[in-house]
């Protein structure tokens, strides 16, 4: 048995094994070629599946490590947007800039160039076009990864919520929650629904859409993550690998549901009895991977296109370029925030500290 705890794993390598699943699944998409599939899935949606799985499992983690609301977000944000920023300004100056078909001034002086740029920023992710860029590809989105994100800090909000409103019933909440995600996502997948807009109050007046259909299944894959290390449940390798076979031999019908159970088990198992050197701490270049990788493969994708070069020099090139741009927002962007977390968190712990009442003598 894995011990979920420790700190002995392959985490870091499984995120960016994710980051280059879907990578791999876009260099097809974008030159509008079918995307390879396992499981009646694309690479891509597996890719994200598992992102979500591992995010369940290690937020869930950090929640009960320190269950402070202001601290949980903080960590959050600063995890977060500060790579989502530096990537949603390369698209709309660098990459817009190179291949927007309006006169560059016009293009830099468009309302809509800087929305892109808030919306993006912010998670609202309302707008995926940019003026004149793009307009004559397969898919037209400057920055067609981005749009998961808003799913991925909906469920941070809604596990500070049980976190705070069900303190001594945790574990059951999150599992109730698991299992109404889940039962949702598995009607619509009988009846055939594929997306269903809610119809939230207000919300459209921000650009912001929620897709039941997407909201359900990332829900079901964060909180089976979540329920993993709350319930500590026995990791085996020999599971794992059963949970994988009975993917692949399962029908159509059931893979869907199939997949919220194996993905988060099979990627836990993989993380903690993966090869040692799977497991040394390296720069972790998934969240770069993940958000610069589409604008990189639009542009070089179109390039390739006027070229007549094919989907294996579109697919290493972009992929080359992605790896040096998610390295640079690594180590100028991303673990300079890490580093403003753990100080800040710290400092925030100690005032509270200090602010406490004192009793007796």
């Not at 392959?10 to 974008?30: G, K």
């Not at 977060?80 to 800039?97: K, W």
């Not at 909000?157 to 976190?163: R, V």
């Not at 692949?248 to 198992?269: C, E, R």
Request: glycine share 6%; aromatic share 14%.
């Amino acid at each position: 048995m894995a011990d979920p705890s420790h700190n002995d794993n392959a985490f870091d390598f499984l995120r960016l094994l994710a980051a280059f699943a879907v990578v791999f699944s876009h260099s097809y998409a974008l030159l509008g070629l079918p995307e390879p599939t396992v499981a009646s899935e694309t690479f891509g949606q597996m890719g994200v599946d598992v992102f979500f799985a591992l995010s369940g499992y290690l937020v869930c983690q950090s929640w009960l490590r320190d269950p402070d609301v202001m601290r949980f977000f903080l960590r959050r944000a600063l995890r977060i947007f500060p790579g989502l920023f530096a990537a949603v300004l390369f698209t709309a100056i660098v990459v817009g800039g190179l291949a927007t078909t309006l006169p560059v001034i016009d293009y830099f002086t468009r309302s809509e160039t800087w929305m892109f740029v808030i919306d993006n920023a912010s998670t609202i992710s309302g707008r995926h076009n940019l003026p004149g860029v793009f307009e004559h590809r397969p898919i037209k989105a400057a920055n067609g990864s981005l749009w998961t994100l808003r799913y991925e800090v909906l469920m941070y909000i809604l596990l500070a919520f049980i976190g705070l409103l069900f303190y001594r019933r945790f574990r059951l909440v999150c599992l109730a929650s698991f299992l109404a995600f889940f039962s949702t996502w598995a009607v619509c997948l009988a009846n055939g629904v594929a997306s269903y807009e809610l119809p939230l109050a207000f919300v459209w007046r921000l650009g912001l859409t929620i897709d039941l259909f997407w909201l359900t299944k990332w829900g079901a894959f964060f909180f089976a993550g979540s329920c993993l290390h709350l319930f500590r449940l026995r990791i085996s390798s020999r599971a794992a690998a059963a949970l994988l076979v009975a993917v692949l031999l399962a029908p159509a019908s059931m893979k869907g549901p199939l997949l919220v159970l194996a993905v988060p088990y099979v990627a836990v198992a993989f993380a903690h009895y993966a090869p040692d050197m799977l497991k040394r701490k390296r720069p972790d270049l998934s969240y770069g991977m993940y958000v610069y990788a589409f604008p990189v493969q639009q542009l070089v994708s179109e390039f390739c296109v006027d070229v007549r070069a094919g989907w294996l020099a579109a697919f290493v090139t972009g992929s080359v370029i992605t790896a040096c741009l998610a390295s640079l927002s690594w180590h100028f962007v991303e673990a300079p925030a890490l580093r403003l977390k753990q100080r800040l968190t710290q400092r925030v712990r100690v005032r509270e500290t200090a602010q406490k009442p004192r009793f007796g003598p």
